[in-house]
């Protein structure tokens, strides 16, 4: 389940289920959002983009759907595996060469 | 491609001494890079955007004299943090990217702690 707090909100998803992270973003004239990966103690590691021309676009286990009418982006994460335990950061901007927003961010735990 | 390193990746230093953080664009020119703060269990918050060859600038809130930045090459940025003191503790990021694209290439990150 979701829980908010505190902290980050956590998503605890049991291994070869499904994974759904969600993100507000506040920009209506943000034209490009990525989504992050972030591993304790590393850098950001780019998932998957999008450009407001699409409102879905797959890669390798993962698909980011965009609803601009309600300016939404989820990540959904096929068959999560332990090595999809991380925090989840979604960024947006507003053209090339513009400065990231990141939203606040989503733990993944995977339980076994 | 398009990988980004930094230097040092942890760093101790005492209260009141200076410290710089490198960012390097390994395998592309790096016109703009940027700079960011990380608090534990927070999101990255950008401190500064730097252009080769010009003045970086800050965003709001953050001391220009005490977090300078110098980016006088396509390929290093350095981020120094003046007098430092144990509120500066945190996780510095940086990310870089070439003109007038969308990606930006994040590095590994540096863990400043200021005893």
């Known amino acids: 389940g979701e829980s908010v707090g505190l902290h980050l909100p956590t998503l605890s998803v049991q291994e070869g289920d499904n994974s759904i992270i969600n993100c507000a973003y506040s920009n209506s004239a943000s034209d490009y959002f990525i989504w992050y990966k972030q591993e304790s103690g590393k850098g950001p590691q780019f998932i998957i983009d999008i450009r407001s021309n699409m409102d879905k676009r797959q890669g390798q286990r993962v698909t980011v759907l965009l609803n601009k009418t309600v300016k939404h982006l989820s990540l959904q994460i096929a068959a999560t595996q332990p090595g999809d335990s991380a925090v989840y950061f979604c960024?947006?901007?507003?053209?090339?060469?513009?400065?990231?927003?990141f939203g606040g961010g989503t733990r993944v735990l995977v339980k076994p | 491609g398009a990988v980004v390193s930094q230097h040092p990746s942890r760093v101790i230093c005492k209260s009141g001494t200076s410290v710089k953080i490198e960012c390097r664009s390994l395998d592309f020119q790096a016109t703009t890079m940027f700079w960011y703060r990380q608090f534990p269990k927070k999101s990255l918050m950008l401190m500064a955007t730097s252009n080769e060859g010009s003045k970086a600038t800050y965003e709001q809130g953050v001391e220009k004299d005490k977090f300078l930045i110098n980016h006088a090459s396509l390929t290093l940025s350095t981020l120094t943090v003046t007098s430092a003191h144990p509120e500066d503790s945190s996780f510095y990021i940086c990310?870089?990217?070439?003109?007038?694209?969308?990606?930006?290439?994040f590095g590994p990150g540096t863990r400043l702690t200021v005893t």
């Open positions: 990310s870089a990217r070439w003109d007038r694209v969308y990606e930006q290439y």
């Open positions: 960024a947006e901007t507003r053209a090339a060469g513009n400065k990231l927003t």
